[in-house]
């Protein structure tokens, strides 16, 4: 399973979402189905989960709905505003 962190300062309302690209300076603004792909992210839900779904509510085809996702997922990340972790993160206690 990958997940992915989002390592950008962002919001995500209705009307999509919003990342502040601090290397380049800019604000990186994405349309409403665009930013729930970014709050399935940034609630640490896998890009397979993600996919299906969007694909069961919407009725899109699940190989069209993986397509846009990775799309997505990879310009974020060559931006440099996601981070990709393999495994879930643990919280020790630590005395």
Not at 46 to 62: E, K, L, M, Q, S
């Amino acid at each position: 399973m990958t997940t992915h962190r989002v390592t950008a300062p962002h919001v995500v309302c209705e009307h999509g979402a919003a990342l502040v690209d601090m290397r380049a300076g800019d604000l990186v603004f994405l349309n409403p189905s665009a930013g729930r792909v970014l709050a399935h992210l940034a609630a640490g839900i896998d890009t397979t989960v993600i996919a299906t779904r969007i694909g069961d509510a919407t009725g899109a085809p699940a190989d069209v709905v993986e397509r846009d996702v990775r799309a997505l997922v990879d310009a974020l990340a060559r931006r440099g505003l996601l981070g990709e972790t393999n495994t879930p993160s643990v919280r020790r206690n630590r005395r």
